[in-house]
C-alpha cells in the first residue's frame, strides 16, 4: 500500500511540474466547460485529487449539480455533501443550482434546506432548482424561501409549507418562471407575492397544491406579466385570474376558477374534467379566437369548444372503445366552432 502511495505521489510530482497534465494547463473557464458535463458535482470535486493544480478548480463552477437520486451516495451523507461543497464554492455568481435529494430516508432537516435557499438567495443569478423527498412526519414544518432578486427560475417540489420570508420592500426582480409543487402555501403570501413582488412573471406552474390559511373563498392571481398559467391546485373555493397578457392556461385539474380579464388568450389545454359553465367562467373580457386547443372526447368537448368563436389547431384525444387515439386538426383560420 505504502509503496503504490508513493507512485501515485511521484505521478502528482509530475503532473504538478508540467509533465504529465495537459488538460490541466488549460486555463480555468475552459476546464469549467468540460467539468459541468459531468452533471454531478461531487464527482467533479473528486477531481481535486488529480494535482495539486486541480485541488480548487471544481470550486469555481459556475453551475452545481446535486443529483442524488441517480448516484449510489449513502443516503446518510447526502445533505451533508450538499452543505460541504456549498460552503466550498468559491464562484462569485452561480448560474445554475440544482439540488435533488435520494427519495428515501433519511430526509433532509429544514435547516438544511433554509441554508440551501439562503445561498440561492445570496449567490445564484439563474436558475434554482429543489426537489425534497416525500415525508408525511414533516409536512406540518415551514420552509422559508426569501427573496431571491437574481433568480431567472425557481423549480420547488417540497413536500412541506412553503412560506415567503420578504422584507417590506424589495422584489424577484428577473423571475420569469415559477413552479411549485407537492407544496402546502399560504394564500394570502401566495396573492401578494404574485402581485407586487414578481413584476417579470411569465410562467406559472403550481401543482399539487394544497392552498392553506386563507381568510376568503377566492384565491386571486393578478399579474400585469404572466402569460402561461398551469394550475392543479387543491382549494374548496374560486380562483380568480386576473392576467390581462396570460396567453395559455391549462386547468390540471379544474376546480372552480374565473378568467376575468384575458383578451390574448390562445391556448387552452383541458385534459381533466368536464367543462361546467357554471363552475368554470371566462368574462367576456376573455379572448374567444384560440390558436391551439387540447382536449378530449373523454370530457364531454362540445361546450367547451362552443366557448370560443374560433380556434386555428385542434388536437382531440378521441376515445374509441377501450382505446385512445390522437387526433391533430388543423382548421382554417376564423371557422366557427358550431
Not at 139 to 149: A, N, R, S
Request: glycine share 4%; charged share 20%; with cysteine.
Amino acid at each position: 500500500m505504502a509503496t503504490n502511495r508513493g507512485h501515485v505521489d511521484g505521478y502528482l510530482d509530475q503532473v504538478d511540474a508540467g509533465e504529465a497534465d495537459r488538460i490541466g494547463g488549460l486555463p480555468d473557464h475552459l476546464l469549467h466547460g468540460i467539468l459541468i458535463h459531468l452533471s454531478d458535482t461531487i464527482q467533479v470535486a473528486r477531481t481535486s485529487v488529480l494535482s495539486r493544480r486541480w485541488r480548487h478548480v471544481w470550486s469555481g463552477l459556475p453551475e452545481l449539480f446535486f443529483l442524488n437520486n441517480t448516484r449510489p451516495v449513502p443516503v446518510a451523507k447526502a445533505h451533508d455533501c450538499v452543505d460541504a461543497a456549498l460552503a466550498a464554492c468559491s464562484a462569485p455568481t452561480i448560474r445554475l443550482l440544482d439540488i435533488s435529494m435520494p427519495y428515501r430516508k433519511p430526509l433532509v432537516p429544514t435547516n438544511y434546506v433554509s441554508r440551501w435557499l439562503c445561498f440561492a438567495s445570496q449567490r445564484v443569478a439563474g436558475e434554482l432548482r429543489l426537489s425534497l423527498p416525500f415525508d408525511h412526519t414533516r409536512k406540518e414544518e415551514e420552509v422559508l424561501l426569501p427573496l431571491c432578486e437574481r433568480l431567472t427560475a425557481i423549480t420547488i417540489y417540497l413536500f412541506r409549507i412553503l412560506r415567503f420570508q420578504l422584507p417590506p420592500v424589495g422584489t424577484f426582480t428577473v423571475l420569469a418562471t415559477l413552479r411549485i409543487q407537492n407544496t402546502d402555501i399560504d394564500g394570502s403570501e401566495l396573492e401578494s407575492v404574485l402581485s407586487t413582488r414578481c413584476p417579470r412573471l411569465k410562467e406559472l406552474y403550481l401543482h399539487s397544491v394544497t392552498v392553506i390559511k386563507h381568510k376568503d373563498n377566492v384565491l386571486s392571481i393578478r399579474s400585469h406579466s404572466i402569460q402561461r398559467l398551469e394550475t392543479d391546485i387543491n382549494f374548496d373555493g374560486q380562483l380568480h385570474v386576473d392576467t390581462p397578457e396570460l396567453q395559455a392556461f391549462y386547468p390540471c385539474v379544474p376546480g372552480n376558477f374565473y378568467i376575468s380579464n384575458s383578451p390574448k388568450l390562445s391556448e387552452v389545454i383541458w385534459y381533466s374534467g368536464l367543462y361546467d359553465p357554471t363552475h368554470h367562467h371566462f368574462s367576456a373580457l376573455t379572448g374567444r379566437h384560440l390558436r391551439r386547443l387540447k382536449t378530449s372526447t373523454v370530457f364531454s368537448p362540445l361546450p367547451l369548444m362552443r366557448r370560443f368563436d374560433n380556434v386555428d389547431e385542434l388536437l382531440l384525444i378521441v376515445s374509441i372503445g377501450k382505446v385512445l387515439h390522437c387526433i391533430y386538426l388543423l382548421v382554417p383560420s376564423y371557422m366557427p366552432l358550431e
